[in-house]
């Protein structure tokens, strides 16, 4: 009999356990952990540690984000006050688990915000994903004028940056001259 929980019981067949869907969603959160993308050989990370640059960040903009959309960064889900790093109450944990790796919490991003984050894959409204947060990285950009070299954020816009001639984010490259919604290298 399958446990509320859906756990396996000791002695119970794996086969009759577990249903193709539950098997298939623990072998995407493994992927996740080990770093791997989904649908590859779950080869993932070739090092213990992950770039510095990539963080993990709770959106709680309000709205999904889009893969190469933007959030503010307004500050972290983990408040580690009061813990130390070699106590065992919970907020001991939290403080170990905000040393080992701190998640942001992700914002509607304003115009002008310097705290930024770039989506590495879609976030949903109040879930925790992968983005960028320094380092070279791919966004989507409005290039409003061929001489900008710049990107900010936008009022309100989580799927894009705006070019600016001065601005948080330096642009390494660009797709073409001006116009909507271009491909770009940015770098922070």
Request: aromatic share 4%.
């Amino acid at each position: 009999m399958a446990r509320p929980d859906g756990r396996i019981e000791k002695g119970q067949r794996l086969s009759t356990a577990i249903s193709a869907r539950a098997w298939n969603r623990a072998q995407e959160a493994a992927d996740r952990v080990l770093g791997a993308q989904p649908g590859t050989d779950g080869a993932g990370l070739t090092s213990a540690t992950p770039a510095p640059n990539v963080v993990l960040i709770k959106n709680n903009s309000g709205q999904d984000v889009p893969m190469c959309g933007v959030l503010g960064i307004s500050g972290v889900e983990i408040n580690p006050s009061g813990g130390t790093l070699d106590g065992q109450g919970y907020a001991d944990r939290l403080a170990r688990q905000f040393v080992a790796q701190p998640i942001l919490t992700g914002s509607m991003p304003g115009r002008g915000d310097e705290n930024l984050a770039i989506a590495l894959e879609p976030i949903a409204n109040d879930k925790i994903g992968r983005a960028a947060v320094g380092g070279a990285f791919a966004c989507k950009v409005r290039i409003n004028s061929a001489g900008h070299n710049f990107a900010t954020s936008k009022d309100g816009d989580l799927s894009q940056l705006d070019s600016v001639a001065c601005g948080p984010i330096q642009l390494l490259w660009k797709e073409g001259q001006t116009g909507p919604l271009k491909w770009a290298v940015g770098i922070m």
